[in-house]
């Protein structure tokens, strides 16, 4: 248990520490921007938009717009 403490207060775990934390943090951003697109393309076909548009809107790749939709 001493060893894992004084691994934990090295530059290398802290630094290796704030570096995991922070690509979990871009992933979640990341997903949370995939999940808010997909809940608006329904609403977005209602408002008139072809699934071309909402892709170039959302910027989001065709296939992902039609499969959300089915």
Do not use: F, W
Not at 19 to 46: A, F, N, S, T, W
Request: charged share 40%; glycine share 2%; proline share 1%.
């Amino acid at each position: 248990m001493l060893n894992l403490n004084l691994l934990k207060q090295t530059r290398v775990y802290q630094e290796a520490k704030e570096e995991v934390k922070e690509e979990v943090k871009e992933e979640v951003k990341e997903e949370l921007k995939l999940e808010l697109k997909l809940k608006l393309i329904p609403k977005l076909v209602q408002k008139g938009l072809s699934i071309q548009e909402i892709a170039e809107l959302l910027e989001l790749d065709l296939e992902i717009i039609r499969k959300s939709l089915n």
